[in-house]
């Protein structure tokens, strides 16, 4: 059985289309259904029928689904690891992170951590804090670095890093010594607010601000880093955590605004791992060490 045969396979029992499986594949049409016919073959059985101008799997395409996953996935695992022992790694850390944590802190600490543990690879997924928690319960990552507090109570959760949360506006073109403040009224009576873009502290926050403005008008945009570019182009404003604003406050792209009547609440950031592995508490001991610089 070639390996190949079972990967044209798989994707064309997700697509039920060869077409759109030769497309996905980076081959031609005729190339997935000469690995199908050859996978038949050599099973001995049919896995596609016709059904009109498509193909659906047969009863026995379906019961051979998740083994040719399994067999798949095993493959893929083997090959890895081999070319990771190889290129000198003898262990690995696979690391589910949230957008905001990828984009800001993230590339700096993996380098020192790679840097320090040469013999550690480390493996990065980009997830929603939502979806971290689940990939770490179903072992599908050995540690998670996110923004909201997970629910499981399987897992170990600890807090390791708290941030103000500022209100920003886009840069008005004055001079920021002589210019005068920014209103904080101005910009709720006349602009849009974007919201939920961090997953933990906007019910409480929009609760506040709707209590003294209550025409203020809000638009969702679930990621930090759109609803920086939106603020840049003059959309709107938010409020977000300070860790995501370094650069563009610095460059002078974004400007703090002051808001005095409103009590802004703290963005945390938390590890969370479902073992207690040799990798896992080094790179906790890690990010302890990190963030007490």
């Known amino acids: 059985m070639n390996i190949n045969w079972l990967r044209t396979f798989i994707i064309a029992a997700e697509?039920?289309?060869?077409r759109k499986t030769a497309e996905k594949l980076y081959m031609a049409q005729p190339t997935?259904?000469?690995?199908?016919?050859?996978?038949?073959r050599d099973i001995g059985t049919q896995f596609f029928r016709k059904s009109g101008r498509s193909i659906v799997l047969t009863e026995a395409g379906r019961r051979f689904l998740p083994?040719?996953?399994?067999?798949?996935?095993?493959?893929?695992?083997?090959?890895?690891?081999?070319?990771?022992?190889?290129?000198?790694?003898?262990?690995?850390?696979?690391?589910?992170?949230?957008?905001?944590?990828?984009?800001?802190?993230?590339?700096y600490i993996v380098r020192q951590?790679?840097?320090?543990?040469v013999d550690v690879e480390v493996i990065v997924q980009v997830k929603d804090s939502k979806e971290i928690s689940e990939m770490i319960e179903r072992g599908e990552a050995d540690l998670g670095l996110l923004q909201m507090k997970p629910l499981q109570k399987t897992l170990y959760v600890e807090k390791i890093k708290e941030d103000k949360v500022v209100c920003v506006c886009p840069h008005d073109g004055g001079d920021l010594e002589s210019s005068p403040p920014i209103d904080i009224r101005d910009l709720f009576e006349n602009q849009t607010l974007f919201t939920y873009n961090h997953p933990e502290y906007w019910e409480d926050l929009?609760?506040?601000?709707?209590?003294?403005?209550?025409?203020?008008?809000?638009?969702?945009?679930?990621?930090?880093h759109i609803t920086k570019r939106f603020i840049e182009e003059g959309l709107g404003f938010s409020f977000l955590p300070e860790i995501s604003l370094n650069r563009e406050l610095m460059e002078g792209r974004l400007l703090e605004v002051r808001t005095p009547e409103l009590k802004l609440p703290r963005a945390?950031?938390?590890?969370?791992?479902?073992?207690?592995?040799?990798?896992?508490?080094?790179?906790?001991?890690?990010?302890?060490e990190y963030f007490t610089y």
């Open 268 to 288: 945390s950031t938390y590890i969370i791992t479902r073992e207690d592995t040799e990798e896992n508490r080094l790179f906790r001991s890690f990010l302890k």
């Open 67 to 107: 083994h040719a996953r399994l067999i798949l996935a095993s493959y893929d695992r083997s090959t890895h690891d081999l070319l990771a022992w190889e290129q000198g790694y003898k262990r690995k850390l696979n690391i589910a992170v949230s957008p905001l944590l990828a984009a800001t802190i993230l590339p």
């Open 32 to 40: 997935v259904t000469a690995h199908i016919k050859q996978l038949e």
């Open 113 to 117: 951590f790679m840097e320090r543990h």
């Open 15 to 18: 697509n039920e289309n060869f």
């Open 206 to 224: 929009l609760s506040a601000i709707h209590a003294k403005y209550p025409k203020v008008r809000t638009m969702v945009v679930t990621q930090v």
